[in-house]
């Protein structure tokens, strides 16, 4: 690392002010504090707190803290796949298959997002931000892997312009820019974000024969997609040879489904990182969790007589995007309650509206996504609230006195 340090020192004084590149002063300063810890101190008067890590190092955290879900999620894409066409394949292949067809994805979005933050940070004249670090691998784990490029693409773009940099950039955004992204697709692109043949990938080199996919049609609904449009009062869902799934498929993910949702094993390994590091809130994702059980129970016991209602509490935590919303989205500290009552009533609120959108609305099973935003509009709403009730709880305790 210090031959690495030696060539950076040394590039330094021709992207600094008066360098021949000093325009690019942004970019260069960007890699720089990515791959070493700044040795510069704030100038501002008044009292600081100096810590070893920064916000980089605190993105880099969550990154690997997604790894376990991305690569499940490489493997889930490839054994979707080899169902669907019924063919066998070993770990390798069935990896491999699906590592080729995400990373288009992964790459897509993060030169949309980083080329945007670049060219602001440069035109502002400030500081590259770290935020996208996170943005640009949550993307590509929450869309359908059929998802054509270039509407990623666009998503990207606009979730980054539109829910980031007009804000004021990293920091200042009020909804979480991933979410937006995938909002801005549902809304924009609806047929390519439902239906049974965006979730699973039939198309590839294991999967074309003579130019033609090799198989024409199946059910590869999403099992909240299933039980959603299920004219049944019966909780059933399946996998795409219509083999029924229970709990225990949910939790180990190898259903139909976003990239890195279906998985809530591998989820729960990211939390254990984000929460034993001081990453994210436990109470947060406890209170997602809380939330939506206690919903899904009361729609158990008095809710209508449909399939969705009648979906047990515990396999709505581990369907759909419930778990890697909880876990990666509503802990977002930027857009998150930060007081920490307000933290128990955001987390409980938005496990309450996950489940209230997917029993009461039939058109969008889901409910995650909307939930989250929905929340991120009250956050500091609730924070303020909080703030309020402890002043007037401290001024009768100086007023009794």
Request: glycine share 12%.
């Amino acid at each position: 690392m210090k031959f690495l340090k030696n060539i950076v020192d040394k590039l330094k004084p021709t992207f600094s002010e008066g360098g021949k590149l000093s325009m690019f002063h942004s970019v260069f300063d960007g890699f720089e504090t990515f791959l070493f810890v700044p040795n510069s101190t704030s100038k501002k008067i008044g009292s600081q707190i100096h810590d070893a890590i920064d916000s980089k190092r605190t993105m880099i955290m969550v990154v690997i803290a997604l790894i376990p879900a991305l690569l499940f999620g490489m493997y889930n894409i490839g054994y979707q796949h080899f169902l669907a066409i019924g063919q066998d394949a070993g770990f390798w292949a069935t990896f491999f298959f699906g590592f080729l067809a995400l990373l288009p994805y992964i790459l897509v979005s993060y030169i949309v997002g980083l080329g945007i933050e670049f060219a602001v940070a440069q035109i502002k004249g400030h500081e590259i931000a770290e935020g996208f670090l996170v943005t640009g691998l949550l993307i590509p784990l929450i869309v359908p892997i059929n998802t054509p490029l270039w509407m990623v693409a666009v998503a990207t773009a606009f979730a980054v312009i539109f829910a980031k940099e007009v804000f004021g950039g990293t920091g200042y955004n009020i909804f979480n820019v991933a979410l937006v992204t995938r909002v801005f697709l549902f809304f924009a692109y609806p047929t390519a974000m439902s239906g049974d043949k965006v979730w699973v990938r039939t198309e590839g080199t294991w999967g074309w024969s003579n130019g033609q996919p090799l198989v024409d049609g199946f059910t590869g609904a999403t099992p909240l997609g299933q039980i959603g449009t299920s004219t049944t009062s019966a909780p059933v869902f399946t996998d795409i040879l219509g083999n029924p799934l229970g709990f225990w498929d949910g939790f180990f993910g190898l259903i139909p489904g976003s990239v890195g949702e279906t998985c809530t094993l591998a989820i729960l390994l990211g939390a254990i990182i984000l929460i034993g590091t001081g990453v994210s809130s436990w109470k947060i994702t406890l209170s997602v969790f809380l939330g939506g059980a206690l919903t899904a129970l009361a729609f158990n016991l008095w809710g209508p007589d449909t399939a969705i209602a009648n979906l047990p509490w515990y396999n709505h935590l581990v369907l759909g995007g419930f778990a890697f919303g909880a876990v990666f989205m509503a802990t977002d500290p930027v857009t998150s309650a930060r007081t920490e009552t307000g933290k128990w009533i955001y987390g409980f609120l938005i496990g309450v509206i996950a489940i209230l959108v997917r029993v009461l609305n039939p058109g969008y099973a889901e409910g995650m996504m909307l939930a989250i935003l929905l929340m991120n509009i009250f956050a500091g709403l609730i924070d303020y609230y909080v703030v309020q009730a402890n002043i007037k709880r401290r001024m009768k305790r100086v007023n009794a006195k």
